[in-house]
């Protein structure tokens, strides 16, 4: 079964608007963390934000956000006053206990997103 | 530090021809990897490694072989290689802590006609 799903076909989002990218997860270990990465179109996988399954808040850093919905089993990556340099893949991963022992990360197909001026 | 270095960055090789990929990581990290990446895929795990001397299968082992000799490095190898292996091919590590990202090379894009 797929742990982590991203549906949502390429997007295109106005420069300095902010854009949600959907990421959904299914693990049953109480115990897990969930990361973003970006790849632009240079081809390099760039880690951008990491949240915690016991974290009480939402994860930031600096335009992106993570907006964690544990019961829904949602990790949704916010990206505020979206810049023309924010074009790229995004892929959601996560890792966790129940499958991998802890030494893997299971990622989702990405999500395209084209900043357009 | 340089992180996770691969070598080479681009490779053109015939249908047949042999070739091994060098990951090499400076982190001291535990665990290693070699992905690929094809359009519409996403990211596929190929071969890893949870430490020295240790190798497993990933989805998508058929066609290569991994060797972990020293901790630092992770090769990938292709003994015979085919069309169906033109790809994107990135080496990551992973430290033990949980909360820690993975740490990817630049990766390695390579053709085989």
């Known amino acids: 079964a797929q742990k982590i799903t991203q549906t949502q076909p390429g997007m295109f989002v106005q420069e300095k608007e902010a854009v949600t990218l959907d990421c959904t997860y299914d693990?049953?270990?109480?115990?897990?963390?969930l990361f973003w990465y970006k790849q632009p179109s240079s081809g390099e996988m760039i880690f951008l934000i990491y949240q915690g399954s016991y974290d009480q808040q939402n994860a930031t850093e600096g335009r992106y956000s993570l907006n964690f919905q544990k019961a829904r089993k949602s990790a949704n990556l916010v990206i505020s006053a979206s810049q023309l340099g924010d074009s790229a893949m995004y892929f959601c991963?996560?890792?966790?206990?129940?499958?991998?022992?802890?030494?893997?990360?299971?990622f989702g197909k990405g999500n395209q997103v084209v900043v357009i001026p | 530090n340089a992180g996770v270095t691969q070598t080479p960055k681009f490779r053109v090789l015939k249908t047949g021809q042999s070739m091994t990929l060098l990951c090499a990581q400076d982190?001291?990290?535990?665990?290693m990897y070699w992905y690929r990446q094809d359009p519409g895929m996403g990211l596929r795990l190929i071969h890893y490694s949870v430490g020295e001397g240790t190798t497993a299968k990933g989805e998508v082992p058929d066609g290569y072989n991994v060797s972990r000799l020293k901790k630092q490095n992770f090769l990938l190898g292709l003994e015979s290689a085919a069309p169906s292996q033109t790809s994107v091919y990135f080496c990551a590590s992973l430290p033990r802590s949980y909360n820690s990202p993975l740490h990817f090379g630049n990766g390695t894009r390579l053709t085989v006609t």
């Open positions: 991963a996560m890792r966790d206990d129940s499958s991998y022992g802890n030494n893997r990360l299971a």
């Open positions: 693990t049953s270990d109480p115990s897990y963390g």
């Open positions: 982190m001291n990290h535990e665990y």
